[in-house]
């Protein structure tokens, strides 16, 4: 199925690309709605979700938290503060043959893997 490009995703796109500070849906919705007052939660959490499907965005899991948004939607790794829980870019390769070095005796198929570090940042320090 095909999807068509909607001006409500262009404005939630938009809004990920504006806030490179690894947002969650509540507050992407919170800087659209400032903008955009008629726009609804649903339709923000909504094309969020078809974004992240299509590679357009890249939804970054926190364990026991709201998942974050990144922009930049290529392989790369995150660290989270234990303290104010903002999510960060790690400076770093990624590791494309990461899979086959990890050996798996319960059955397993790999299909990907998310690793997140944690740590305090220069700001909570």
Not at 6 to 22: D, E
Not at 87 to 110: C, K, N, S
């Amino acid at each position: 199925m095909i999807s068509r490009n909607t001006v409500q995703r262009q404005i939630v796109l938009g809004a990920v690309r504006s806030l490179p500070i690894h947002p969650t849906a509540e507050e992407i919705y919170s800087y659209i709605a400032k903008i955009h007052p008629t726009i609804s939660k649903g339709t923000v959490y909504r094309n969020l979700n078809l974004l992240a499907e299509q590679g357009e965005v890249l939804r970054v899991r926190i364990p026991d938290g709201a998942d974050r948004f990144d922009f930049r939607s290529d392989c790369h790794y995150h660290i989270r503060c234990t303290r104010c829980s903002r999510v960060f870019d790690v400076d770093m390769p990624y590791r494309e043959d990461f899979l086959q070095e990890v050996a798996d005796t319960h059955g397993f198929i790999f299909d990907g893997y998310d690793i997140a570090f944690t740590g305090v940042c220069p700001d909570c320090q």
